[in-house]
T-cell receptor, first 116, second 110 residues
Framework: EAGVTQFPSHSVIEKGQTVTLRCDPISGHDNLYWYRRVMGKEIKFLLHFVKESKQDESGMPNNRFLAERTGGTYSTLKVQPAELEDSGVYFC??????????????FGEGSRLTVL | GENVEQHPSTLSVQEGDSAVIKCTYSDSASNYFPWYKQELGKRPQLIIDIRSNVGEKKDQRIAVTLNKTAKHFSLHITETQPEDSAVYFCLNQAGTALIFGKGTTLSVSS
């Protein structure tokens, strides 16, 4: 069975440009999470989907970030326009737990974003 | 305040020693307490978890203990080995979000 996959693995863009990150969760996993690590080791929560609905988006930093999960399968995270402070590693994770936030999260390898 | 506080930030031990990392949480409704390990350049992976109906769980050299009264849970690694060197994170519920602790960098020297 395929794990969580993320694309691209690394993206280098100029400030002001747009980038779209994609996450394919494990098939059948209703819960999908986005996290990011910016400087150092701390990993910050961005948002949580249950199927196609946003369960919690309290971690989204501002309106330059837009996450979608049409059809409840893969998800995209768009940053538009990108700023220097958006650089970091964006992790996606999925879970099949019927009770959200109480089951194992399976993480992707992460998408490294560098904004110049 | 923070929903989950993790200490220490860094921990250096000699091979064979024990290591303990603690997380304190604030959400009384929390009922699931996992620990993740992230090796350099790799994805976080679950190493052990515990649910609120038990106080301790062991898996070989790794154990997790839970004190619901004091609202903290701890990761215990015994007989540490160099391959245990990594960043360890606790996760905890904060409302409908699942929040990482700030991470503990464990270094095991041989």
């Amino acid at each position: 069975e395929a794990g969580v996959t993320q694309f691209p693995s690394h993206s280098v863009i100029e400030k002001g440009q747009t980038v779209t990150l994609r996450c394919d969760p494990i098939s059948g996993h209703d819960n999908l999470y986005w996290y990011r690590r910016v400087m150092g080791k701390e990993i910050k929560f961005l948002l949580h989907f249950v199927k196609e609905s946003k369960q919690d988006e309290s971690g989204m930093p501002n309106n330059r970030f837009l996450a979608e999960r049409t059809g409840g399968t893969y998800s995209t995270l768009k940053v538009q326009p990108a700023e220097l402070e958006d650089s970091g590693v964006y992790f996606c994770a999925s879970s099949d737990s019927s009770a959200p936030n109480t089951g194992e999260l399976f993480f992707g390898e992460g998408s490294r974003l560098t904004v110049l | 305040g923070e929903n989950v506080e993790q200490h220490p930030s860094t921990l250096s031990v000699q091979e064979g020693d024990s290591a303990v990392i603690k997380c304190t949480y604030s959400d009384s409704a929390s009922n699931y307490f996992p620990w993740y390990k992230q090796e350099l350049g790799k994805r976080p992976q679950l190493i052990i978890d515990i649910r609120s109906n038990v106080g301790e769980k062991k898996d070989q050299r790794i154990a997790v203990t839970l004190n619901k009264t004091a609202k903290h849970f701890s990761l215990h690694i015994t007989e540490t080995q160099p391959e245990d060197s990594a960043v360890y994170f606790c996760l905890n519920q904060a409302g409908t979000a699942l929040i990482f602790g700030k991470g503990t960098t464990l270094s095991v020297s041989s």
